[in-house]
């Protein structure tokens, strides 16, 4: 079995400041995991993802996730917020047929 | 490349009627998904497809319908569609037998059952 957990529905930041999504997961499997982003009126588009190795994940725009097992935890971070960066994003856990997505954290990017 | 493509992308219906969303998918993934989002629900699987010729479940099935059509297609029909139905529908695809497991999706229908 496999859960997500999402900490925050909607997170708010100022242009420029830094970006934290906080997920933590739990699975009885080595997980793979996901952060997908959704810009409105789109689909889901893959940010970055987990499989094995290096637990510092690099992704697109800028974003980056670090895998620690100890926590259960993947939280998606970014330096510096664009404009650009507002949108829902979505942690996953994948590695059989069937993932499971968190609900969802809506990022609001204030000028 | 088009990825995953869906048809319609905005439809409205009556409350008993019937429709068949549309999805293809041209990366040759063996593996398809139909999820329904509403807010503050996040993503829900109504049905997927492992392989061509096999269809399951997923968390909330009850009033629809699929088809594989083929490698490349999975169709989602409403027989009789309610209010309830009323969400955004999102086709996915992926290729678990090379252990990605990463999902792509397509952009998406937006339906209102009134």
């Known amino acids: 079995a496999q859960s997500v957990t999402q900490l925050g529905s909607h997170v708010s930041v100022s242009e420029g400041a830094l970006v934290l999504l906080r997920c933590n997961y739990s699975s009885s499997v080595p997980p793979y995991l996901f952060w997908y982003v959704q810009y409105p009126n789109q689909g889901l588009q893959l940010l970055l993802k987990y499989t094995t190795g290096a637990t510092l994940v690099k992704g697109i725009n800028g974003f980056e996730a670090e895998f620690k097992k100890s926590e259960t935890s993947f939280h998606l971070t970014k330096p510096s917020a664009h404009m650009s960066d507002a949108a829902e994003y979505f942690c996953a856990v994948g590695g059989s047929y069937i993932p499971t997505f968190g609900r969802g954290t809506s990022l609001i990017v204030h000028p | 490349n088009a990825g995953v493509t869906q048809t319609p992308k905005f439809q409205v219906l009556k409350t008993g009627q019937s429709m068949t969303l549309q999805c293809a998918q041209d990366?040759?993934?063996?593996?398809m998904y139909w999820y329904r989002q509403d807010p503050g629900m996040g993503l829900r699987l109504i049905y997927y497809?492992?392989?061509?010729?096999?269809?399951d479940k997923g968390e909330v099935p009850n009033g629809y319908n699929v088809s594989r059509l083929n490698k490349r297609e999975f169709s989602l029909r409403l027989e009789s569609a309610a209010p309830s139905q009323t969400s955004v529908y999102f086709c996915a695809s992926s290729e678990i037998r090379t252990h990605s497991y990463e999902q792509y999706f397509g952009p998406g229908t937006r339906l209102t059952v009134t």
């Open positions: 990366m040759n993934h063996n593996s």
């Open positions: 497809s492992a392989s061509e010729g096999t269809t």
